[in-house]
């Protein structure tokens, strides 16, 4: 049976930005970055009232069909409670369309936030964090950002589906994930050009098949990217090749492509962050300010991030 929640209740979920396939992980490995979009939500007695501050405020829907609300929606439906009137408020710092997880960001942070909700009228009630991922993979139809604003750290996600006998689809596709502890010396610096890109273009350009050798490669890479993360940061460079998206994406991101290639070429491990236009640097020593004026001058924000936790909810 649905409850319904009291009016007066307020949560706050704090939600990381995130990158993902960290070079050769396409569509399994992420990482939880420290920029955070915050949502504030308020049980009211009727009707849907709904701001948004930062990034987005002037170009996304501003009612039902915000993806925040659509996730706030969700969380409760899956929590078993349902609010006559919500109050949304969206303060948002992660830049949209630009490879870092926004999107993925948003689910989690309305799912989180409906999930306070459920939890301050019964804890019983509050889902937990494989629930979340499923829900926010959902959304997403991929698991690697959204693990990652849950989970926080590096993920590793995978995805499956259960058959009947017959054959047919019998249940949605599962959607998985496993944090893995960073080592300490790893530092994410991202460079952020203010042109945008569409995962669905990018994702357009990728061939239906590929070679086994490159098959292979990926593989190898991506089994090396869960050691350099966690116990030998000094093999991120060959553990963030790859063969199977950035040079196929190479065309559509010339700006990100050239900055790839620069900043590899100096000894740093840099990627594109999820499908674009944003530079993923992983490193263990400071940016040097050099790269950073030239960036800059060049377009680019810079930014020095942490390796975040995973959503936070108040």
Partial sequence: MTQTLPTGLTVTARVPASSANLGPGFDTLGLALGMYDEIVVTTTDSGLNIRVEGEG???????????????????????????????????????????????????????????GLAGKLDPELALGSDQLVQLSSEFEGHPDNAAASVLGGAVVSWSSVTSSAEGASAVPREYRAVRLAVHPSVRAVVLVPSERSSTAHTRGLLPDSVPHRDAAYNVSRGALAVVALTERPDLLMPATEDRLH?????????????????????????????????????????????????????????????????????
């Fill in 57 to 115: 405020a002037d170009d996304v829907p501003w009612g039902p069909s915000h993806l925040v609300v659509r996730a706030i929606e969700r969380g409760l439906e899956s929590a078993g409670v349902w609010a006559d009137g919500l109050d949304v408020l969206c303060r948002n710092a992660i830049p949209h369309s630009r490879g870092l997880g926004s999107s993925a960001s948003a689910v989690v942070g309305g799912l989180a936030a409906a999930n």
């Fill in 246 to 314: 950035q040079a196929q994406r190479a065309p559509a991101l010339p700006h990100t492509t050239r900055w790839i290639e620069r900043l590899r070429a100096e000894g740093i491990a840099a990627t594109v962050s999820g499908a674009g236009p944003t530079v993923l640097a992983l490193t263990t020593a400071e940016f040097p300010e050099w790269l950073r004026r030239d960036a800059e001058a060049d377009g680019m924000q810079v930014h020095e991030l942490g390796i975040s936790d995973g959503v936070a909810v108040s």
